[in-house]
């Protein structure tokens, strides 16, 4: 089952990932993360875990999320 996730999600965590790279990460913006990550799990009934790890991949790894996903449609298409 493929993960999904929100523009929200993906934003809180950009902002997250970008202040961990100043190292200035607040408490805040922390928080935030994790209580997005845990209703959206909730409210979809996806593993909190696999929300989470899908998350920081598609954020932190760019490239790899975009070469995963046209591996994937191309697989799709055979």
């Known amino acids: 089952m493929a993960i ?4 929200e999600l993906i934003m ?12 200035a990460l607040t408490v805040d913006t922390a928080t ?3 209580a997005a990550i845990t ?7 996806q593993s909190r875990y696999d929300v989470e ?3 920081k991949f598609r954020v932190r790894n ?3 999320y975009e ?3 046209r591996r994937k ?3 799709a298409k055979k």
Not at 12 to 23: I, S
């Open 67 to 69: 070469e995963r996903e």
């Open 53 to 55: 790890m899908e998350l």
């Open 12 to 23: 809180l965590e950009t902002r997250a990932w970008e202040e961990m790279q100043a190292r």
């Open 62 to 64: 760019p490239e790899a």
């Open 73 to 75: 449609a191309e697989a």
């Open 4 to 7: 999904e996730l929100t523009d």
């Open 39 to 45: 209703e959206h799990a909730k409210a979809t009934g």
């Open 32 to 34: 935030a993360v994790q």
